[in-house]
């Protein structure tokens, strides 16, 4: 009978706390507050954003998060993007993740979102205030380091011949510094070889009419798109244009690109890793949600060089087509 009494009493023992430790798991799995993180990004349907997204998302289940991707059109101005921001805040976003059309004079933009919930900015880098709260910060590539990349694929495929070259430019959005920056990378990269830069435009709503225009007054040997929709206006064009002899360089990271790099029509692009820069803001976002007392903190991502002989190695593959799981 003893013996019984001591088999049977570790085993009540062991049944007792496992039932205690799996009430404790499911009360504990019920109080945990699942977070609302918005995302806001210029175009949010471009299938410029389709390696981000999957990035943000991939990152949203895995700190179970509740994602709201917004869908917008084309953001030029910076308060209508800070209203829809503050209308997501409204509707329970604890948290923001934005691609901010503007890098200076937003700094009572930044305080006023990042006083109430913590926001990650992404591609760009903006002008704002301390933060003390470690409230905000920006995921992004090394921009200047993409413009000198785009700048050098040149300077490697025509060496002295570079001279006298006239080369149009699509410089992106350049009120954002991220534009601003691989223009200079760019310009710093090729000016040894002293090409001439016979145009040069910024991206707006009228980017394709100005490109005509400009080209037209000056025609260029040379394109360079210094981002994804740049890289997209330049071949909607130029590949149209039959009679055209332009060469095409740039950065970019759509399917639509990867398929004139795979045709020969796009001779080298510059590709960030989206993925990895939606991921990373949507990871970091989540720490400082579930723990206010930590600190956002700018991160840096990669990027590659595609051509049409590389477009399929191993590294690059994963870039352009990440594997969500």
Same mark, same amino acid.
């Given at each position: 009978m003893?013996?019984?009494?001591?088999? !049977?009493?570790?085993?009540?023992?062991?049944?007792f706390?496992?039932?205690?430790f799996?009430v &404790?798991?499911? +009360?504990?799995g019920?109080?945990?507050e &699942?977070?609302k @993180?918005?995302?806001?990004? %210029?175009? %949010?349907?471009?299938?410029r954003?389709v390696?981000?997204?999957?990035? @943000?998302?991939?990152a949203a289940?895995?700190?179970?998060?509740?994602l709201?991707?917004?869908?917008?059109?084309?953001?030029?101005?910076?308060?209508?993007?800070?209203?829809?921001?503050?209308?997501?805040?409204?509707?329970?976003a604890?948290?923001?993740i934005?691609?901010?059309?503007?890098?200076?004079g937003v700094?009572?933009?930044?305080? %006023?979102?990042s006083?109430?919930?913590?926001?990650?900015l992404?591609?760009?880098?903006?002008k704002?205030?301390?933060? #003390?709260?470690g409230?905000?910060?920006?995921?992004?590539?090394?921009? /200047?380091a993409?413009?000198?990349?785009?700048?050098?694929?040149?300077?490697?495929?025509?060496?002295?011949?570079?001279?006298?070259?006239? !080369?149009g +430019? &699509?410089?992106?959005n350049?009120?954002? /510094?991220?534009?601003?920056?691989?223009?200079?990378?760019?310009?710093?990269?090729?000016?040894k070889m002293?090409?001439d830069? @016979?145009w040069?435009?910024?991206?707006?709503?009228y980017?394709?009419?100005?490109?005509?225009?400009?080209n037209?007054?000056k025609?260029?040997?040379?394109?360079v798109g210094?981002?994804?929709? %740049?890289?997209?206006?330049a @071949?909607? /064009?130029?590949?149209?244009?039959?009679?055209?002899?332009?060469?095409l360089?740039?950065?970019?990271?759509?399917k639509?690109l990867?398929y004139y790099i795979?045709?020969?029509?796009v001779?080298s692009? #510059?590709?960030p890793d989206?993925?990895?820069?939606?991921?990373q803001?949507?990871?970091?976002?989540?720490?400082?949600?579930?723990?206010r007392?930590?600190?956002l903190?700018?991160?840096?991502?990669?990027?590659?060089?595609?051509?049409?002989e590389?477009?399929?190695a191993?590294?690059?593959?994963?870039?352009?087509f990440? !594997?969500?799981?």
């Open positions: 003893n013996d019984d009494h001591e088999i !049977i009493l570790p085993l009540v023992i062991g049944i706390i496992v039932i205690l799996c &404790v798991m499911l +009360i504990k019920t109080n945990t &699942v977070y @993180v918005s995302v806001i990004v %210029s175009n %949010s349907a471009s299938d954003w390696n981000f997204k999957a990035g @943000v998302e991939q289940k895995d700190n179970n998060i509740r709201d991707y917004v869908y917008t059109d084309y953001i030029d101005n910076i308060y209508t993007e800070a209203s829809i921001i503050n209308d997501e805040i409204s509707q329970g604890h948290g923001i934005a691609d901010f059309c503007l890098s200076e700094e009572d933009v930044i305080d %006023s979102i006083a109430r919930v913590p926001i990650m992404v591609e760009t880098s903006v704002a205030d301390a933060d #003390i709260r409230n905000h910060a920006t995921v992004m590539p090394d921009n /200047y993409i413009g000198r990349a785009i700048g050098n694929e040149i300077v490697i495929d025509y060496g002295e011949g570079l001279k006298g070259m006239k !080369i +430019i &699509v410089a992106g350049q009120n954002q /510094y991220a534009m601003q920056d691989r223009l200079k990378g760019f310009l710093d990269a090729t000016g002293s090409p830069v @016979v040069c435009i910024s991206e707006n709503r980017t394709e009419d100005e490109l005509i225009k400009s037209e007054k025609s260029a040997d040379i394109v210094l981002d994804n929709n %740049s890289m997209e206006t @071949v909607d /064009y130029f590949v149209g244009e039959k009679s055209s002899n332009v060469r360089y740039g950065s970019g990271c759509s639509k990867i795979d045709a020969g029509e001779e692009m #510059i590709v989206d993925f990895s820069m939606g991921y803001s949507m990871s970091d976002l989540a720490i400082k949600l579930q723990n007392t930590s600190a903190m700018d991160r840096e991502v990669g990027f590659s060089i595609v051509n049409r590389n477009l399929f191993g590294d690059n593959q994963q870039i352009l990440p !594997i969500v799981q």
